[in-house]
């Protein structure tokens, strides 16, 4: 582990070779993320390199609007988050091309109001997490003569767009974004977990001083979308679904993790029943009308979360 620090304090102070402050922050979750994604450290440390990143004292929609940089915003017109990522791909429309794919600066904007140190690591590490799994096999377009369309994979969350030609109308839809928080908020609390393993090895006198200044026990519990990683780590913790996820999710093979829930349950459209909970839990309140509509979904992830467990006490009889 003490090479993965080793690696991590090169690339952080490749990247930013003066600013000594800000240094133990970014060697911290470097070294966290190449422990967590250790296959593919050319990815994490080609993302750190070439992201621009923002960490500003000032809200996210100030942080973007001085960057000049375009977001999606809520029905009120903003975003209520600390934290913002995208790898910076844009979709342009041509007469005479169709439908093309420019690649911008990638970006991670975090906003250090009224925040202590372990929710910007958290924050950090959190978006590092989101672009590490968008880069293979992040976008695919098909052209098509009236409604041409393309897509952006995060995770196993899927972005699509159709372009109507005739009405120049731009429909989007996101699929399973729900069910990606849910897996990124858990992986986030075990990279920042992973963080707290230098304090074993390293005495260097600003990464001691990090640890003495940031509020441990904050570093130890999921942070965000609280109402659905309550209930996402009750089937993360068995290791066949876990291991779905885990082995495709960066690769960004999310037809294998489709495929094999559905044929788990041998029902072509299980997969698609299972990521819906996490996509809609928490947007509903408890209504009468709403109580029904949870109590279904927290019906159906019980099915799913006992088909796991039997699985896996399969398996462990097989051993």
Not at 34 to 63: A, H, M, P, W
Request: aromatic share 12%.
């Amino acid at each position: 582990m003490e090479g993965l620090y080793l690696l991590a304090r090169k690339v952080v102070e490749k990247r930013f070779p003066y600013d000594k402050d800000i240094q133990p922050l970014f060697i911290a979750e470097l070294y966290g993320l190449l422990r967590k994604y250790k296959n593919y450290s050319n990815i994490v440390c080609d993302i750190f390199l070439q992201t621009d990143i923002f960490l500003e004292k000032k809200t996210i929609d100030e942080i973007l609007e001085e960057h000049n940089i375009e977001a999606e915003y809520d029905s009120d017109g903003n975003n209520r988050t600390y934290a913002i990522s995208s790898l910076g791909y844009e979709f342009i429309y041509d007469t005479d091309k169709g439908v093309t794919c420019e690649k911008g600066p990638s970006f991670i904007a975090c906003s250090l109001l009224d925040v202590d140190l372990a929710h910007v690591l958290n924050s950090f590490v959190h978006e590092m997490s989101h672009l590490i799994k968008s880069v293979i096999r992040s976008h695919a377009i098909i052209q098509d003569k009236n409604k041409p369309e393309y897509y952006l994979r995060s995770g196993v969350s899927l972005f699509l767009y159709q372009y109507n030609i005739k009405k120049d109308i731009m429909k989007s839809c996101c699929q399973f974004s729900g069910l990606d928080e849910a897996i990124n908020t858990v992986q986030t609390t075990e990279i920042l977990n992973d963080i707290l393993s230098l304090r074993e090895f390293v005495d260097d006198r600003d990464m001691v001083k990090f640890f003495n200044d940031i509020n441990i026990s904050n570093m130890k519990k999921d942070c965000g979308y609280e109402d659905i990683t309550i209930l996402f780590r009750k089937i993360w913790c068995i290791p066949s679904f876990r291991d779905l996820i885990e082995e495709n999710i960066v690769e960004g093979d999310i037809d294998t993790i489709i495929y094999k829930f559905n044929e788990l349950f041998s029902d072509k459209y299980a997969f698609f029943r299972f990521a819906s909970i996490f996509d809609e839990y928490d947007t509903l309140d408890n209504s009468m009308e709403n109580q029904k509509i949870k109590n279904q979904m927290l019906k159906e992830f019980k099915r799913c979360l006992n088909k796991f467990k039997s699985l896996e006490k399969k398996h462990i009889k097989r051993l």
